[in-house]
């Protein structure tokens, strides 16, 4: 079984930085697209960020263009999500994903074939 685990959470005040890590298990972290999502209280879990297998391409949400970044360092099955220019609506449980290879699809929740347990995000006003 995949799994994948997330860190780098924690409460800050808007206009601060912080990075997101997600640690993958497996051999075969290189084969799968990765993103994030994100679910605030009382709202459907929304999707972030994705990068493809080899780092090149990358798509992300209307709501966090231009303050966030999503990398990944394949050697380290590792994937990041460096948070910039935060604001409170960024508040959220943050969740890594692996997407599933049938299909190429980014921004919906049935795209992903696994999940972390996620991480949480608190942006102070």
């Known amino acids: 079984q995949v799994q994948l685990v997330e860190s780098g959470g924690g409460l800050v005040q808007a206009g601060d930085s912080l990075r997101l890590s997600c640690a993958a298990s497996?051999?075969?972290?290189?084969?799968?697209?990765m993103g994030w999502f994100r679910q605030a209280p009382g709202k459907e879990r929304e999707f972030v960020a994705a990068?493809?297998?080899?780092?090149?391409?990358?798509v992300y949400a209307d709501s966090v263009k231009g303050r966030f970044t999503i990398s990944r360092m394949n050697a380290r099955s590792t994937v990041y999500l460096q948070m910039d220019c935060v604001i409170p609506e960024d508040t959220a449980v943050y969740y890594c994903?692996?997407?599933?290879?049938?299909?190429?699809?980014?921004?919906?929740?049935?795209?992903?074939?696994?999940w972390g347990q996620g991480t949480q995000v608190t942006v102070s006003s």
């Open positions: 990068i493809s297998r080899g780092g090149v391409t990358t």
């Open positions: 497996g051999r075969t972290f290189g084969t799968y697209t």
């Open positions: 994903a692996q997407y599933s290879l049938t299909t190429t699809s980014r921004v919906d929740t049935s795209a992903v074939d696994y």
